[in-house]
C-alpha cells in the first residue's frame, strides 16, 4: 500500500499528494505534517530516539511522535494512528498546542524537512512498546528536564523540536496539558 502525503500551496492550503517514500528528498515540497507530546499519569513526557534506518535525522532525540495525515484524515485521528504504530501507544485527550507551525530544516545528509506541522498534546496510560523501524529508544521525562536540556544541547535533539518547544515556551502553553 502507498502512504500518501498531503503536498500544500503557499498558503497552507492542499495541492495535491506525494508517495511518502518519495517526499523526503534535498528538495522536499511544503508538505503537511504534525507533532504531539505524549505525556502520562506522573506528567512526564515521551521522548523517542528516531530509528538509524529514517531517512532524514536517523538516531536524533525528539517528541513523542511526528508525522502525516492522510489525505482526507484528521490530525486527531492522525495522531492516534502514528501513535498506535509507532509506539504501541492508545492516546487520549488530544489538544491542539499550537496550530500553525511550520519549519524547514536540512539534515546532515542534505535530506529536507518542509513543513507545516501543528502541534499537538495527548495522553496515555501505558508502556510504550515502540516500532523497531520507527524508535530505537525512548525515555520518560520531567517537562523542565526537557526545557533544560534542549537549552543547554539543542544539537542532540531534532531541529522542530528544538523550534516547537521555543515557541510552546514562549507562548506560556503548558505541556503538561
Not at 511518502?20 to 515521551?46: M, Q, W
Not at 535525522?57 to 492522525?78: F, I, K, M, R
Not at 520507527?134 to 528544538?162: C, G, H, I, N, Y
Request: aromatic share 10%.
Amino acid at each position: 500500500m502507498i502512504e500518501e502525503v498531503v503536498l500544500l500551496d503557499v498558503q497552507n492550503q492542499p495541492a495535491g499528494t506525494m508517495d511518502k517514500a518519495l517526499v523526503h528528498t534535498e528538495h522536499t515540497p511544503l508538505h503537511l505534517a504534525f507533532s504531539c507530546y505524549i505525556r502520562n499519569e506522573r506528567g512526564d513526557i515521551l521522548l523517542t530516539r528516531r530509528a538509524l534506518s529514517k531517512v532524514a535525522w536517523p538516531g536524533v532525540w525528539t517528541n513523542s511522535v511526528c508525522g502525516h495525515p492522510l489525505p482526507g484524515e484528521s490530525l486527531q485521528a492522525a495522531v492516534s494512528r502514528r501513535s498506535q504504530y509507532e509506539l504501541g501507544l492508545p492516546v487520549e485527550n488530544i489538544t491542539s498546542l499550537i496550530g500553525e507551525f511550520q519549519y524547514y530544516a536540512t539534515d546532515a545528509s542534505g535530506i529536507v524537512e518542509n513543513e507545516f506541522c501543528p502541534i499537538f498534546a495527548a495522553f496515555t496510560r501505558q508502556p510504550p512498546a515502540p516500532r523497531g523501524s520507527e524508535v530505537m529508544d525512548f525515555q520518560w521525562v520531567k517537562p523542565e528536564d526537557l526545557l533544560s536540556s534542549v537549552r543547554t544541547t539543542p544539537w542532540a535533539f531534532s531541529p522542530w523540536m528544538v523550534l516547537q518547544l521555543g515557541q510552546i515556551t514562549q507562548k506560556n502553553l503548558s505541556l503538561l496539558g
